[in-house]
Nanobody, 122 residues
Framework: QVQLVESGGGLVQAGGSLRLSCAASGRTFSTYRMGWFRQASGKEREFVAVISLGGGSTYYANSVKGRFTISRDNAKNTVYLQMNSLKPEDTAVYYC???????????????WGQGTQVTVSS
């Protein structure tokens, strides 16, 4: 089992940037694929990005491709989401997730963090 804690959310103007971090507990972080999801108010949770065990393979939602970058540091048990050129429609609670399932565009997590709020003002 792995426990996940997100940080780095906040309020930013449209066009700005934020970097989210997700710290994982335990000594098995490198055995989990890691991803990010988001849920806007009144909407269903949606996939944002996922990264493979070593970081060599990634998938992104079309809505964030070219603006967001997922990365991981296995030595620090941390996964990141660099978000650039933010838009008001990126406003949501962002969740970190972990699973041993191989990465794909339909990947989902087995373990979840508590979420961090990102608000983009116009």
């Amino acid at each position: 089992q792995v426990q996940l804690v997100e940080s780095g959310g906040g309020l930013v103007q449209a066009g700005g940037s934020l970097r989210l971090s997700c710290a994982a507990s335990g000594r098995t972080f490198s055995t989990y694929r890691m991803g990010w999801f988001r849920q806007a108010s009144g909407k269903e949770r949606e996939f944002v990005a996922v990264i493979s065990l070593g970081g060599g393979s990634t998938y992104y939602a079309n809505s964030v491709k070219g603006r967001f970058t997922i990365s991981r540091d296995n030595a620090k048990n941390t996964v990141y989401l660099q978000m650039n050129s933010l838009k008001p429609e990126d406003t949501a609670v962002y969740y970190c997730a972990a699973a041993r399932t191989p990465v794909s565009s339909s990947w989902s997590g087995d373990y979840w963090g508590q979420g961090t709020q990102v608000t983009v003002s116009s």
